[in-house]
């Protein structure tokens, strides 16, 4: 079965720093999305992306992050300086088209030290 | 996107049928209720989707009545390793953006 793919599993970085997180979506899927999750709080949407654009976006996506698909298979989130507050579970997800679900990667363990 | 309310945890044994019931009062026609399951660092795992009526898979069932302002995941014969969170989302995923709009979920502890 098919699966999103996601990488670092854990990426420990210091405040300031650039972090560059990576996903493989599921090969055949049209839409992509990021989000993320605090330990012991609920999961967030980040960003959608479709037709190699931002669909949508949340409050939390500010000038300090971005996305991009640089190639056929690869979809990247940046966080340019990142902050304390960064610290979490960022989960890469992709869909097909239509009325189905969104399937998950296992995620990145991001710590800003 | 609807908001959904469901019980914040749940306790069973193993081998039990456990239905999980979501409300959904302000569901739009084009959405679609769609749960998900998690494990403790985990990403999100789809089990089920559905419109209407009900929709069966390897995994679970799911009911939904006529009105669409409510739906219940079944579980059949539960087992310690569905221990888990469980979310119902509503939203139409059929756009170009599709985001889902995570709850706090419902925590079910399957015992011995």
């Known amino acids: 079965e098919p699966e999103v793919t996601q990488t670092p599993s854990h990426q420990v970085t210091q405040m300031g720093q650039e972090v560059i997180l990576r996903c493989v979506p599921i090969s055949n899927h049209l839409y992509f999305y990021w989000y993320r999750q605090i330990l012991g709080q609920k999961v967030e949407f980040l960003v959608s992306?479709?037709?190699?654009?931002?669909?949508?976006k949340s409050e939390i996506f500010d000038d300090q992050f971005s996305v991009e698909r640089p190639d056929g298979s690869n979809f990247t989130l940046k966080i340019r300086s990142t902050k304390l507050e960064d610290s979490a579970m960022y989960f890469c997800?992709?869909?097909?088209?239509?009325?189905?679900?969104?399937?998950f990667g296992p995620g990145t363990r991001l710590t800003v030290t | 996107l609807a908001k959904t309310t469901q019980p914040i945890s749940m306790d069973s044994y193993e081998g039990q049928e456990v239905n999980i019931t979501c409300s959904h009062n302000?569901?739009?026609?084009?959405?679609?209720i769609t749960w998900y399951q998690q494990f403790p660092s985990q990403g999100p795992r789809f089990i089920i989707q559905g419109y209407k009526t009900k929709v069966t898979n390897e995994v679970a069932s799911l009911f939904i009545p006529a009105d669409r302002k409510s739906s219940t995941l079944s579980l059949p014969r539960v087992s310690l390793s569905d221990t888990a969170v469980y979310y119902c989302?509503?939203?139409?995923?059929?756009?170009?953006?599709?985001?889902?709009?995570f709850g706090q979920g419902t925590e079910l502890s399957v015992k011995p």
């Open positions: 997800a992709s869909r097909r088209g239509g009325p189905v679900g969104q399937y």
């Open positions: 992306f479709y037709n190699n654009e931002i669909s949508e």
């Open positions: 302000n569901i739009a026609t084009n959405d679609y």
């Open positions: 989302l509503v939203g139409d995923m059929d756009n170009q953006g599709g985001k889902l709009i």
